[in-house]
């Protein structure tokens, strides 16, 4: 069984930066794909950022381009989430997911707010 644990949310005022980590415990993590996903209240839950297994190649919601950068440190089973120039709008419970084989694991959530 995969479990994740995020960390690193929080409050933080517009253009002001934080960075998630998400850590894995599982022996395998270099083979499973890494993502982010966020949830705003009202709202479905969209992904955000997303990366191969090897770190070769990343994609991002047109929204978080340029602002956010996933990366992963496969040698410490943590993949990460490095947000800057924050919005309100990226106000939202930021969940970790792993993913091998069509199966999908979640981490528990961290709260990200961003307001002055």
């Known amino acids: 069984q995969v479990q994740l644990v995020e960390s690193g949310g929080g409050l933080v005022q517009p253009g002001g930066s934080l960075r998630l980590s998400c850590a894995a415990s599982v022996f395998t993590f270099s083979t499973y794909a890494m993502s982010w996903h966020r949830q705003a209240p009202g709202k479905e839950r969209e992904l955000v950022a997303a990366?191969?297994?090897?770190?070769?190649?990343?994609n991002y919601a047109d929204s978080v381009k340029g602002r956010f950068t996933i990366s992963r440190d496969n040698a410490k089973n943590t993949v990460y989430l490095q947000m800057n120039s924050l919005k309100p709008e990226d106000t939202a419970v930021y969940y970790c997911?792993?993913?091998?084989?069509?199966?999908?694991?979640w981490g528990q959530g961290t709260q990200v707010t961003v307001s002055s």
């Open positions: 990366i191969t297994s090897a770190g070769g190649s990343t």
């Open positions: 997911n792993a993913r091998k084989w069509l199966i999908d694991h």
